[in-house]
């Protein structure tokens, strides 16, 4: 049906004042009607980063569209406004939609997981001070869109017919997202928990197609929670349901089904539930109707639509539509030819129909890796706080060893004075360890690591945090991750051919149920996996946020934590800490790598026992002490954390010693997360518009190509999957 005119009480020209170019004038309203105007170029956007417009793209949905680019790092974005007018909604509504707006301003999946099945969520979420002479405008930031992306109705336009295998690749992904928005628990910024969010918004506008390799992906964007605060108050009000979210898809599979393109013109104004397609294979057009509630039996849930649709029969050759009849009749060799090019399109129609339903599949389990559109240098970041800035991390934790110890990334030096070289603004921001426990082990709730830094935030003590795991963490704080570390679980060398050698009983790997039984009791002899007659030894590292990731990843449910905890103090809460002091009975905690790597090889060498022990990869790689065992997730294959030159894991018979040089950390491991024990630093930060940004920017120059070299330097994973030619090698070896 066509579309209600937008905003009725503002008498426009061109009959919609969101895309009326007379409405632009330097008062912020349209001359004539006085509806807020398009905003022009250079106009400048403050929310966790200062935006800048570029131009004005249209309409989507209730909002305008900009380009725009970012300027703390010149990453290009998308903004889209939405618009409060005076003469639409009254004061009293302008309040309860601006309070709406932001504790919506944000959503993610309870249980921490980056993963978000082709949703457009935004990056930043912008509503105007209470005071404010612009409060009629709020906005909602995207990042990274792609250039290739165009909604829907755009692609259908110029691509129409489609082929009816590429129909259902668009179905299925669509069906896909929306499985994954109905199934999951997310947590607003409020920190409220709701078990799954409805849609309620698709239409050809919402679900955006990118034509990228392997093939077409499907988003979808602008969801009900959001675009129904900006509806008019006379626009009668909706309650999304999963089967109107299934119901649109039908609708949308109706537009995909037409043939030309006056087709998708008359059903802008005919009622599509008396849609009836006649050439359309007889189980397409079934399932369409069932989604739509035509027929028996509907759809209760998306995964059920799916499910079905991934069981339609093979399109025959029958099924394709007839061949366009031209004013030139082919020659038979031309026949023949054009039979066999169209052999050869459906035949890789098909193929890259199965290939995007097996990446999609791979990829989904996996964050992607950022991309390399990255500031090369330090001194190309914008808006570095001159202070006074202070921020914290856990005292004796993964970055106060990374920023403090000397030596790691050029002689007598820290990391730190190398940053605040290269920024020298930064020379007047302090850093504070916390002594903190990070995941409250020892019982007492109130030094749990998530609450205190919460509580330091909030009470603006500590500009911003950084942190090894933020799974504790309310979700209304921003969170930027800048690299990944990962543990790495170790048993002594011994190389390939000694007798005893456990890295070859094992076959070099150990699963991660093999690993919670050790560390639970459940495994007390290296017979019981494999291993030689022997008894076990179980080695820890006494950091805390450590001991929380191994919790979380290997140890997982609260029997077994108990367990862990249940031994641990069974030995006493003091690790070993100085050379020489003996370990009584297992496990036992250690204060540094050093001294736990010294123990295992002790232990093989000196009292042909065998222990194992777990620490960050960053300090164990480049020795020869221990072998760092590969990682066994449930239905996956081995990872190693470790990588030959030669981009092969290294192996029981690798000689460690001598080939220092010659293997490093798998980085594409960390960085897709497939490596079991990987997690990543990040910089947490409040939201709040008020404070100075030194979060946000400090994050930004730890992103930069510069900075994530020499992240990678001292044995961390890169953020970025960096160029191979980086300018910021480029300006080391300046340097040097």
Not at 35 to 48: H, S, V, W, Y
Not at 248 to 257: E, K, R, T, W
């Amino acid at each position: 049906m066509a579309a209600q005119q937008p905003y009725p009480q503002y008498v426009c020209q061109q009959e919609n004042p969101l895309t009326c170019h007379a409405a632009t004038s330097e008062s912020g309203e349209c001359s004539i009607c006085h509806f807020p105007a398009i905003l022009e170029a250079k106009t400048k956007i403050n929310g966790q980063h200062p935006y800048e417009i570029v131009a004005f793209r249209g309409q989507r949905g209730n909002g305008r569209l900009y380009e725009a680019v970012n300027l703390t790092d010149q990453s290009p974005c998308v903004v889209k406004e939405y618009l409060l007018p005076r003469q639409t909604f009254s004061p009293q509504q302008v309040s309860e939609c601006r309070e709406a707006f932001i504790q919506r301003s944000g959503i993610s999946l309870a249980d921490g997981r980056v993963q978000n099945f082709r949703l457009v969520m935004p990056v930043d979420a912008i509503a105007p001070p209470r005071s404010s002479s612009t409060s009629e405008r709020y906005f909602l930031v995207y990042a990274n869109e792609s250039p290739t992306t165009t909604s829907l109705k755009q692609y259908l336009e110029q691509q129409t017919p489609l082929p009816i295998t590429t129909t259902r690749i668009i179905l299925s992904q669509i069906l896909q997202s929306l499985e994954f928005m109905h199934q999951q628990q997310f947590r607003w910024i409020s920190g409220q928990l709701q078990s799954g969010i409805l849609h309620g918004n698709l239409n050809l506008d919402s679900v955006l197609v990118a034509d990228q390799d392997p093939g077409l992906l499907v988003y979808v964007c602008d969801f009900h929670f959001w675009e129904h605060l900006f509806n008019s108050p006379s626009h009668p009000p909706s309650h999304p349901t999963i089967a109107q979210d299934l119901q649109a898809v039908g609708d949308i599979a109706i537009y995909l089904s037409t043939t030309h393109k006056e087709d998708l013109a008359s059903l802008e104004i005919i009622p599509l539930e008396n849609w009836v397609k006649s050439d359309l294979p007889t189980a397409d057009k079934n399932f369409i109707n069932r989604l739509m509630g035509k027929s028996a039996p509907p759809f209760e849930t998306a995964e059920q639509a799916r499910q079905e649709l991934l069981q339609l029969p093979p399109i025959s050759k029958s099924d394709l539509p007839p061949p366009q009849i031209t004013d030139q009749t082919p020659s038979p060799s031309r026949q023949v030819q054009f039979r066999w090019w169209m052999g050869l399109a459906i035949a890789y129609i098909l193929l890259g129909g199965v290939a995007l339903g097996w990446w999609w599949y791979k990829s989904q389990s996996k964050p992607a890796v950022a991309n390399d559109n990255i500031p090369c240098c330090i001194d190309q970041i914008a808006n570095v706080p001159a202070g006074p800035v202070l921020f914290a991390a856990a005292k004796q934790g993964t970055w106060d060893y990374l920023f403090t110890q000397p030596h790691l990334l050029v002689r007598n030096k820290t990391l730190q004075q190398e940053l605040e070289k290269a920024q020298v603004l930064l020379q007047a921001w302090e850093y504070q360890p916390m002594p903190i426990s990070q995941d409250g082990i020892t019982g007492e709730q109130s030094k749990a690591y998530g609450p205190q830094v919460i509580s330091l935030l909030r009470e603006e003590t500590t500009d911003f945090i950084i942190a090894n795991h933020t799974d504790d963490i309310d979700p209304s704080f921003g969170v930027k991750p800048f690299a990944y570390n990962g543990i790495a679980v170790f048993v002594a060398f011994g190389y390939d051919q000694r007798q005893n050698s456990l890295p070859r009983s094992l076959h070099g790997k150990i699963t991660l149920k093999q690993l919670r039984e050790l560390y639970t009791g459940r495994i007390t002899n290296w017979q019981q996996i494999g291993g030689p007659d022997r008894p076990v030894k179980l080695y820890f590292p006494s950091q805390d946020g450590l001991l929380h990731i191994f919790e979380r990843k290997v140890l997982v449910d609260q029997p077994s934590i108990v367990a862990f905890r249940r031994l641990m103090s069974a030995q006493g809460s003091q690790p070993i800490s100085q050379p020489g002091q003996q370990c009584s009975g297992s496990p036992c905690g250690f204060a540094s790598t050093t001294l736990q790597l010294r123990a295992v090889i002790e232990d093989y060498e000196d009292r042909n026992s065998f222990s194992i022990g777990f620490d960050e990869l960053n300090k164990v790689i480049n020795q020869c002490a221990v072998y760092p065992l590969a990682l066994v997730a449930k239905g996956r294959a081995a990872i190693s954390p470790f990588m030959l030159d030669n981009r092969q894991p290294i192996t029981p018979a690798t000689d460690l010693c001598n080939s220092k040089a010659s293997y490093s950390i798998n980085y594409r491991a960390l960085q897709t997360q497939t490596y079991p024990l990987t997690f990543s630093l990040n910089v947490v930060h409040a939201r709040d518009n008020r404070r100075q940004p030194a979060g946000q920017a400090f994050a930004n120059i730890l992103r930069t190509q510069e900075t994530q070299c020499w992240l990678k330097q001292i044995g961390l994973a890169p953020y970025h999957a960096m160029p191979s030619r980086s300018a910021c090698k480029a300006k080391s070896q300046k340097k040097s």
